[in-house]
């Protein structure tokens, strides 16, 4: 049967596909330069005292830039004030993404513990994003519009469960490919199966950050791959419907690897800028406040743009009245601006939020 978008793609080839569609001298080479950037990444990671202090920031980032390649937008400021503040959340795109800063999290979380990796790791990462409590889908959907689909993935039942199992069976297995092109030959087909109604798009990026942790090639998921796709979504669009239409997978392989190259860069240039102004925060406060300073409370102070006394009282830096003074005293060294939001003080480290806005 030839494939048509319009109705539902049961002929999905199992993978993994062949070599000779892929193989090529610019595949392997764009792999050692793409290895080569995450190998750096990953080295510099324990150099960090407290590694930590960038996964939240770096990961409410990835779930900010993933949930815009899906049109759900919301703005940094409002993003990290939501994270910090205690105040209701109001926008509804805000809550989503903070929605999957969660999923990413708990199957982080997950993947070190027993649970590992499996057609549940999947589920439970819909549910958190989506706050539903279905599973894999028993309708049909489609990708597009009404009066335009793009693409009709395989019918729910027998034949999307089979292409699940070997989706988990190929990612499980050692397989002779190295793991980033299967990274990029997993994403591809999860979105082509679209095991859920919706948030596959978000979830399948969620899957690739785990994936990378899960074959020890990153061992903290700060790596950011949705920005870059974001910045480059027409062609992540056409490179899908490519390789379904034309088993055109070379050209997708490369793109996914230099997503991963270019993103392993851009990550590792910013935890050296985020780690460098911590430096610099800890000898100013230590020359200037010596009297305030500790290490816990410049952490913590890096933990997230936004700070506020009862953080600070949470981490058992500082009781309240303390806590207050430092918080003030380091509004005065200018480091911290304070912002009145609904009846609670946030506290924001101007320097850390720069950095995370840049949009290098
Ligand atoms: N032609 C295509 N073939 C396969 N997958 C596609 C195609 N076009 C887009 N996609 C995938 O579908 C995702 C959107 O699916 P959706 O379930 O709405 O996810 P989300 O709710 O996260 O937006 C895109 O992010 C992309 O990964
Ligand atoms: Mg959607």
């Not at 949705?226 to 390789?243: C, F, G, M, P």
């Not at 200037?288 to 700070?307: G, K, M, R, S, W």
């Amino acid at each position: 049967m030839s494939y048509s978008k319009d109705q539902p793609y049961n002929d999905l080839p199992l993978l993994p596909p062949d070599k000779s569609r892929w193989e090529s001298i610019e595949v392997y080479k764009t792999l050692a330069d793409a290895r080569a950037a995450i190998a750096e990444l990953k080295g510099r990671l324990p150099v960090i005292p407290n590694p930590l202090m960038l996964i939240n920031t770096l990961v409410l980032q990835e779930a900010k830039d993933s949930s815009t390649i899906e049109n759900i937008f919301t703005t940094n400021d409002e993003l990290y004030k939501a994270f910090s503040s205690s105040a209701s959340i109001t926008n509804p795109a805000t809550k989503e993404v903070l929605r999957y800063r969660e999923a990413l999290w708990n199957a982080f979380t997950e993947l070190n513990n027993a649970a590992g990796f499996s057609v549940n790791t999947a589920i439970r990462i819909f549910q958190n994003l989506t706050e539903k409590d279905e599973g894999i889908r028993d309708v049909q959907v489609f990708i597009g519009s009404t009066n335009s689909v793009v693409y009709t993935p395989p019918e729910p039942g027998r034949i999307l469960t089979e292409k699940l199992d070997n989706w988990f069976d190929v990612a499980m297995l050692q397989y002779e490919i190295d793991p980033l092109i299967k990274m990029a030959i997993l994403h591809y087909q999860f979105e082509a199966i679209h095991p859920f109604t919706d948030g596959n798009g978000r979830t399948g990026r969620i899957m690739n950050v785990l994936y990378l942790c899960k074959e020890k090639l990153i061992d903290l998921p700060v790596i950011y791959l949705s920005k870059y796709i974001l910045e480059n979504k027409n062609d992540y669009y056409r490179l899908l419907r490519e390789v379904t239409e034309k088993e055109e997978w070379t050209n997708w392989i490369l793109y996914m690897l230099e997503t991963v190259k270019h993103t392993a860069i851009i990550t590792l240039e910013k935890v050296n800028t985020i780690y460098d102004s911590y430096l610099s925060v800890i000898e100013k406060v230590k020359t200037e406040a010596p009297d305030i300073y500790t290490h816990e409370l410049i952490e913590v102070i890096f933990n997230q743009p936004y700070c506020k006394i009862a953080i600070l009282e949470e981490k058992k830096i500082a009781s309240r009245n303390t806590a207050s003074k430092y918080l003030r005293r380091l509004e005065q060294l200018g480091i911290l601006k304070s912002e009145q939001v609904g009846r609670e003080t946030l506290y924001k480290n101007n320097i850390l939020f720069g950095i995370l806005s840049d949009s290098q």
